[in-house]
T-cell receptor, first 111, second 114 residues
């Protein structure tokens, strides 16, 4: 069974601070996806990383896929209250027919 | 606005009721999913439909019965649910095919069992 572990589970910071969220596994993934879920809504895809060592940027968010494709990180620069939400990493299982989700990181950015 | 539409947004039902959750997408996706999400937890996969055929059932109790009438619609029929079934039920879709593609989620139905 492929497991994805996210850390931290919960993060409360002030507006303007930087933060990093981690998604780790002992298994190799062909790709990893990051989603953000806001209260009362479904998860929304932020990015998919496919190549080991890949770095993708989405405004103030920087996503990195580990060289060995076993881990990924999400770095947010100058966090804003609008970044508040549940951040989920997810990857395809070995059979490639479903996603395995990490446990999520709940981020709260205070004004 | 999400491209996957779920109805109703909220549902309160008794343990003896029968109700259905509905999900619709018009993106031409051929894979559709039902997830259950408890508070502060990640989504848990329940069912996967691929090209309108049930391909994965994650050992879900028979009181949950999925149905895929066509490539755009996905239903979840509920009967004799238990209080612990109270949760947010999410529908998602993806392009389908040999690889797992990124999924598009609806905003969910928040279900409360009395």
């Amino acid at each position: 069974t492929q497991l994805l572990e996210q850390s931290p589970q919960f993060l409360s910071i002030q507006e303007g601070e930087n933060l990093t969220v981690y998604c780790n596994s002992s298994s190799v993934f062909s790709s990893l996806q990051w989603y953000r879920q806001e209260p009362g809504e479904g998860p929304v895809l932020l990015v998919t990383v496919v190549t080991g060592g890949e770095v993708k940027k989405l405004k103030r968010l920087t996503f990195q896929f580990g060289d060995a494709r076993k881990d990924s990180s999400l770095h947010i620069t100058a966090a804003q209250p609008g970044d508040t939400g549940l951040y989920l990493c997810a990857g395809p299982n070995n059979a490639g027919n479903m996603l395995t989700f990490g446990g999520g990181t709940r981020l709260m950015v205070k004004p | 606005d999400t491209e996957v539409t779920q109805t109703p947004k909220h549902l309160v039902m008794g343990m003896t009721n029968k109700k259905s959750l509905k999900c619709e997408q018009h993106m031409g996706h051929r894979a559709m999913y039902w997830y259950k999400q408890k508070a502060k937890k990640p989504p848990e996969l329940m069912f996967v439909y691929s090209y309108e055929k049930l391909s994965i059932n994650e050992s879900v109790p028979s009181r949950f019965s999925p149905e895929c009438p066509n490539s755009s619609l996905l239903n979840l029929h509920l009967h004799a649910l238990q209080p612990e079934d109270s949760a947010l039920y999410l529908c998602a879709s993806s392009r389908g095919g040999a690889r797992v593609e990124p999924q598009h989620f609806g905003d969910g139905t928040r279900l409360s069992i009395l």
